[in-house]
T-cell receptor
Framework: AQKVTQTQTSISVMEKTTVTMDCVYE???????LFWYKQTASGEIVFLIR??????ENATVGHYSLNFQKPKSSIGLIITATQIEDSAVYFC??????????????FGKGTQLIIQP | EAAVTQSPRNKVTVTGGNVTLSCRQT?????MYWYRQDTGHGLRLIHY???????QIGDVPDGYKATRTTQEDFFLLLELASPSQTSLYFC???????????FGPGTRLTVL
């Protein structure tokens, strides 16, 4: 069974710095898809970035990038030049590349990011 | 960008009550999902659907029914609500099997 673990429950950093949030996953599949989501204080959940397991290059979108280390089953989210509005809870999720019946996302429990002014 | 709406946004009911949560998406996505979010558990999948008339069981289906009437509309039914179903419920949709999911704003349900 697939499993996603985020060990950092809360991180606090100063504005304009770079932060990395960790995520490790377990899967038996050779093909899988990894996602990061952000949940704001208002409760809104927003998709940020994805990494497909067969792609060697780390994904980058705006000031979000991923550190994909496949041998370690690790997908870290890096946020550069952090802003106050980046304060939120960040979720890592995985979708295995299996059959139709297995097409669900498994989420980690989230990391709360606090950006200090 | 996908537009997913949910209604009501807040709902209070009593134990044994009948509740229907509604979700509509307007981006022609085939896949729709219902999740509940609880402190300490994160997001957990209740039911999902590949298309109109299709239903799939998620990870925490007990006490919930779902119905997908059209490609746009997905409903979650609690026929005998219990306090353990007090939670924040999210609907989501996605274009395809391996695509990212887009979430609605959530419905906060309280069962007294």
């Amino acid at each position: 069974a697939q499993k996603v673990t985020q060990t950092q429950t809360s991180i606090s950093v100063m504005e304009k710095t770079t932060v990395t949030m960790d995520c490790v996953y377990e899967t038996q599949d050779s093909s899988y898809f990894l996602f990061w989501y952000k949940q704001t204080a208002s409760g809104e959940i927003v998709f940020l970035i994805r990494q497909d397991s067969y792609k060697k290059e780390n994904a980058t979108v705006g000031h979000y990038s991923l550190n994909f280390q496949k041998p370690k089953s690790s997908i870290g989210l890096i946020i550069t030049a952090t802003q106050i509005e980046d304060s939120a809870v960040y979720f890592c999720a995985m979708r295995e590349g299996g059959t139709e019946g297995a097409d669900r996302l498994t989420f980690g429990k989230g990391t709360q990011l606090i950006i200090q002014p | 960008e996908a537009a997913v709406t949910q209604s009501p946004r807040n709902k209070v009911t009593v134990t044994g009550g009948n509740v229907t949560l509604s979700c509509r998406q307007t981006n022609s996505h085939n896949y729709m999902y219902w999740y509940r979010q609880d402190t300490g558990h994160g997001l957990r999948l209740i039911h999902y659907s590949y298309g109109a008339g299709n239903l799939q069981i998620g990870d925490v289906p007990d006490g919930y029914k779902a119905t997908r009437t059209t490609q746009e509309d997905f409903f979650l039914l609690l026929e005998l609500a219990s306090p353990s179903q007090t939670s924040l419920y999210f609907c989501a949709s996605s274009e395809g099997n391996y695509a990212e999911q887009f979430f609605g704003p959530g419905t906060r349900l309280t069962v007294l």
